[in-house]
């Protein structure tokens, strides 16, 4: 039990602190439920004021109406965010100072510790979990929840007046904490705060930057600086706080995509290959980020075959090819740099890795044609390419090999000016070079 070997004047108090509140579940594992209930009664919660839900619509129905103080979400119910439903507590509850709000975590336990970060929770629980490491958890919460001072009481009385958007009331309780010298980067940090939600944006940039020389892993003073940055198209200095946040914090895998950004935003290829790293260390791997990451390195092999380093480009570009998911598009841009740097063949093995996936597609025959032409296999050239060329599915690399391969295979005149019609027709913009290829 948890509360054996503490203090029994300690222990009355948290059930003191706890009997009043209501609790919700929202989770669709049934033992994840019966875990939790017997946990809470045991922690002094009564039995008939723990709720249960299986999805964020009935939960948000719960909390509206029964004013539930403390919520454990599921991270994902029913398809839907757990993280989702804290709104609607916030809303409730704009003063986080007496309610709780907890995640729990799937096997990808990074971004559930992440969102305690960047939003209002207050903790994540990580699967696979015991009765035990649960209580403990909750016991650390409560705990902190429990904590009483002048300070706290300020800070989560302008914490919610922000929310409110009562501006007037948040400066009113911060200018006396603004005479002390404690917690200075967190009174830098909420006077930013008034100043951001009054659109004073430059002001703001200068508070989150004193918050962060009182302390210099101030999180969420990093990450406003960070965005604001970004906002204003400032991409070196967003990176620059971006790095300090990563140098301190774990990465959000959903903030992904905006770290990819930043970085090819700044030239920092070397990134690229790290977040690719570390997104294949995630047990859960979202295919929207994968394909994101896999769009990035093909840039990143740009970048190193452009300086020189052909051996990092090319094994760059196969990293690429891992996580692309088989996505064509993508597809198209590694084999379609593998030729531009003259590896041919390689661009032909990855390309014969995705036949059977999308060997009918007219991209893909696009891309074997390309290939072909580089292998100056003229006769493969026309058997594939001409019929693409005549469904008007041809890319203008392809029109360019038939054309090219036509006159070469010595095709009669009218067939090759039919095709330079047909390249014309789809491709008006490029009807000069076209035109230019071929003589009479």
């Known amino acids: 039990m948890i509360f054996e070997d503490m203090n029994p004047k300690k222990v009355e108090l948290i059930k003191s602190y706890l009997e009043k509140k209501k609790a919700l579940i929202v989770d669709n594992k049934k033992t994840t439920r019966t875990t939790l209930k017997k946990i809470l009664t045991n922690f002094g919660i009564k039995v008939q004021h723990i709720f249960v839900a299986d ?60 969102l ?28 902190r929840k429990m904590e009483r001072s002048p300070f706290l009481n300020s800070y989560h009385a302008i914490k919610e007046a922000i929310f409110l958007n009562n501006l007037d009331r948040a400066k009113t309780i911060l200018e006396p904490l603004k005479m002390k010298l404690d917690h200075l980067d967190e009174v830098f940090y909420l006077d930013a705060r008034i100043h951001q939600e009054e659109g004073n944006i430059e002001e703001a940039l200068k508070l989150f ?174 058997k594939k390419g001409i019929p693409l060329a005549e469904s008007g599915a041809a890319s203008i690399q392809v029109f360019e090999a038939v054309i090219l391969s036509s006159i070469k295979a010595q095709r009669k005149t009218n067939s090759i000016i039919h095709l330079i019609d047909k390249a014309v027709a789809k491709y008006p913009d490029s009807s000069k070079h076209f035109q230019s290829m071929y003589k009479e």
Request: overall charge negative; hydrophobic content about 35%; proline content about 3%.
């Open 55 to 114: 999805n964020n619509s009935d939960a948000c129905e719960i909390i509206n109406d029964l004013k539930t103080d403390i919520v454990f979400a599921g991270y994902e119910v029913q398809g839907q965010k757990g993280i989702d439903i804290l709104k609607t507590h916030m809303n409730v509850f704009p003063n986080r100072q007496n309610s709780i709000f907890t995640l729990i975590s799937g096997p990808n336990s990074v971004a559930s510790s992440c």
């Open 116 to 143: 305690v970060l960047d939003t209002e929770a207050d903790d994540y629980i990580a699967e696979p979990f015991t009765a035990k490491s649960l209580s403990e958890s909750f016991l650390k919460t409560v705990e």
């Open 209 to 382: 930057e004193q918050s962060l020389e009182v302390n210099h892993a101030h999180y969420l003073s990093l990450q406003a600086l960070a965005t604001e940055y970004s906002n204003l198209k400032m991409w070196k200095k967003a990176y620059t706080h971006t790095a300090k946040l990563l140098k301190h914090y774990p990465i959000n895998p959903d903030n992904l995509p905006e770290l990819i950004r930043l970085s090819i935003a700044n030239h920092q290829y070397e990134d690229l290959i790290k977040y690719a790293e570390f997104f294949r260390s995630l047990e859960v791997q979202s295919p929207c980020i994968k394909t994101n990451i896999a769009a990035s390195l093909v840039i990143c092999s740009k970048f190193f075959l452009r300086t020189g380093d052909r051996q990092k480009g090319i094994k760059t570009l196969l990293e690429a090819v891992k996580c692309s998911s088989g996505k064509l598009s993508i597809l198209e841009n590694i084999i379609n740099t593998f030729i531009e740097y003259k590896e041919v063949k390689l661009g032909f093995e990855v390309l014969r890795q995705f036949e059977s996936l999308h060997g009918e597609n007219p991209l893909y025959k696009s891309l074997e044609v390309q290939i072909d032409y580089c292998n100056q296999d003229i006769n493969s050239v026309l």
